[in-house]
């Protein structure tokens, strides 16, 4: 008997071919892709904002050249993850739409406030190592544009943690003051920090169809585990406690037992009642409104150059 298109596509899959815009692809493969990288996409832009914030007070010259490109290399994510977006069918004028109506989702971390510059430290280290873990993953996804752009977020994210795990060598190893500012940015994003990956496997919603889709390669527990194992030692290299009492070296499991997430503040953040999420929407919202000119000139300029062209 002939195979159905559908069973073709999931033998591409599991061939480890990559899918291709102009591939045939089940509709529902296409709005799960959709959904997880206008998300991601959503986090890059948001993200900004939380760091961006610590622009004109950072410490020193060098510190801030450094910020300042982090915050714009997290623009040129969003850029990448809207253009892999788009072979998908969807308008990134769509979609931001969505997001400045308050419809889609992006990363629970950036509702919470950066309140000292220990907080870029610890987003850095914390928040961009999360990142890592997640997105090398997710360079392996079937979705070749999205495999692609996951290649070029690494590497930069990459710079990212070292600058925050920089930030935070210097005030754990500066004046107890300092080591003080390090350890309480520690308390404030190690827990939102685990919560990036997602809610626990039995309950993830989407899990089960992306990995047999291998659009996520890895589960979120799996993930999250791979996180601890990796930051623990690095915050005994600090000199810095995890706010954690249950943290535990598991000999027989090979890994770290931890404590339990509070699942009620995940959901109540990514339902938008966390510490910042009308905040940060509000200012997306301005940023729109404030750039409407630039983008009328621009187009304006691009219909003039055409005609040009033409004549
Ligand atoms: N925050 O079925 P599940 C970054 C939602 S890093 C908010 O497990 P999925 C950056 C989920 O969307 C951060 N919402 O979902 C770093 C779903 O809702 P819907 C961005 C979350 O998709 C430094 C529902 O909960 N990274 O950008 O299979 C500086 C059920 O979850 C969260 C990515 O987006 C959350 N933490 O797995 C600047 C990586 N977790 O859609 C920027 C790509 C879950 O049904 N994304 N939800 O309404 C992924 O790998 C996956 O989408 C996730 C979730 C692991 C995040």
Request: charged fraction near 25%; hydrophobic fraction near 35%; aromatic fraction near 10%.
């Amino acid at each position: 008997m002939a195979k159905s298109l559908e069973e073709k596509f999931q033998q591409s899959i599991d061939a480890e071919q990559k899918i291709e815009p102009k591939d045939y692809m089940p509709d529902a493969y296409r709005r799960n892709l959709i959904r997880q990288i206008a998300q991601h996409a959503h986090s890059e832009i948001i993200g900004m904002l939380p760091e961006g914030n610590w622009i004109t007070r950072a410490p020193t010259l060098r510190r801030k050249v450094a910020l300042l490109a982090k915050v714009q290399d997290e623009a040129g994510h969003g850029l990448y993850l809207y253009s892999a977006m788009e072979t998908l069918g969807k308008s990134r004028d769509e979609s931001l739409q969505e997001l400045i109506d308050g419809k889609a989702k992006y990363s629970s971390i950036f509702n919470y406030p950066t309140t000292s510059w220990a907080d870029i430290g610890a987003i850095g280290w914390l928040v961009d190592g999360a990142a890592i873990v997640n997105q090398v993953a997710l360079q392996r996804t079937s979705y070749g544009p999205y495999a692609r752009a996951m290649v070029r977020i690494c590497k930069e994210e990459s710079f990212h943690q070292r600058q925050g795990f920089e930030i935070m060598t210097s005030l754990a190893k500066g004046t107890a003051e300092q080591k003080e500012m390090a350890q309480r940015a520690l308390n404030k994003i190690w827990w939102p920090a685990l919560m990036m990956f997602g809610p626990s496997d039995k309950d993830s919603v989407h899990s089960a169809q992306s990995l047999k889709w291998k659009i996520k390669r890895q589960s979120n527990d799996e993930l999250r585990q791979a996180f601890v194992d990796i930051t623990v030692p690095q915050a005994e290299f600090l000199g810095l406690t995890i706010p954690d009492k249950d943290l535990k070296w598991n000999e027989k499991r090979g890994h770290y037992d931890f404590g339990q997430i509070n699942w009620e503040e995940f959901y109540q953040v990514i339902k938008g009642n966390g510490p910042c999420n009308k905040e940060r929407l509000a200012a997306r919202r301005k940023a729109q409104e404030n750039g409407e000119w630039v983008k009328k000139a621009a187009l304006a300029y691009a219909e003039k150059h055409k005609k040009q062209q033409a004549a």
